[in-house]
């Protein structure tokens, strides 16, 4: 009889021998690739809110005192929206057939492109146009609407009133520049308005700080 060769001897592997060293490079291939590639970081997107103040007072400088409307009100109102800025307000107003931006500041809550109670002058302001930020009534029609939009300032706080209320900068912001455009334009304190005085809507919502706002201007 022939003899056996042994394969151990021989130095040829066995069928199970390969299996064995096949299934331990797999293994060793495999377990490479996570060592080498590692867990997979995910990295949250950057933070909504502008970590800096992004003032933007166009056209304001260049308005000579002739240029100056005859300003006899001011009218305050919100964006309705919490995730807002002066860019966002300007396309929504212009797919509603408006000229741009109908207020002429806007006020950030530090969402958006907009730092957190910087002061936006819109185009408006600057080229010194009506406001188109007075809506209507249902019983008055539109007749005390044109009348305010012609003669008053619209300024807008970035945010919703009727859902949370506004961020401590927009409030301090506001009382100054309020203050500030009276002085500037002779617009006594009983002219300043809150949107929901001159127009069916909620605006500037109702969590407005009326006694605060008030109580601060008649102060001054």
């Known amino acids: 009889m022939p003899k056996k060769i042994d394969n151990h001897e021989s130095g040829v592997l066995s069928r199970t021998q390969i299996v064995w060293v096949a299934f331990v490079a797999s293994m060793t291939i495999f377990g490479?690739?996570?060592?080498?590639?590692?867990?997979?970081?995910?990295?949250?997107?950057?933070?909504?809110?502008?970590?800096?103040?992004?003032?933007?007072?166009?056209?304001?400088?260049?308005?000579?005192?002739?240029?100056?409307?005859?300003?006899?009100?001011?009218?305050?109102?919100?964006?309705?929206?919490?995730?807002?800025?002066?860019?966002?307000?300007?396309?929504?107003?212009?797919?509603?057939?408006?000229?741009?931006?109908?207020y002429h500041f806007v006020i950030g809550n530090g969402f958006g492109r907009t730092a957190d109670g910087a002061i936006v002058a819109t185009r408006r302001w600057a080229e010194q146009r009506p406001g188109a930020h007075v809506a209507p009534t249902r019983r008055g029609g539109a007749t005390g609407a044109d009348s305010l939009n012609m003669n008053s300032i619209g300024i807008c706080l970035v945010g919703d009133g009727d859902q949370s209320s506004f961020s401590t900068s927009q409030i301090r912001k506001v009382m100054a520049f309020v203050v500030q455009l009276c002085r500037e334009h002779d617009i006594a304190p009983s002219n300043v308005l809150l949107h929901r005085d001159v127009s069916d809507v909620t605006s500037p919502g109702r969590l407005f700080p009326v006694a605060d706002f008030e109580r601060y201007l008649n102060s001054m």
């Open 32 to 102: 490479g690739f996570f060592v080498f590639t590692g867990p997979v970081q995910l990295t949250p997107p950057p933070a909504a809110r502008v970590s800096g103040p992004v003032d933007s007072l166009e056209g304001t400088s260049f308005l000579a005192s002739e240029d100056v409307r005859d300003w006899t009100h001011i009218v305050i109102h919100h964006s309705g929206l919490q995730l807002d800025d002066h860019e966002s307000i300007d396309l929504r107003h212009q797919q509603n057939g408006l000229l741009g931006n109908g």
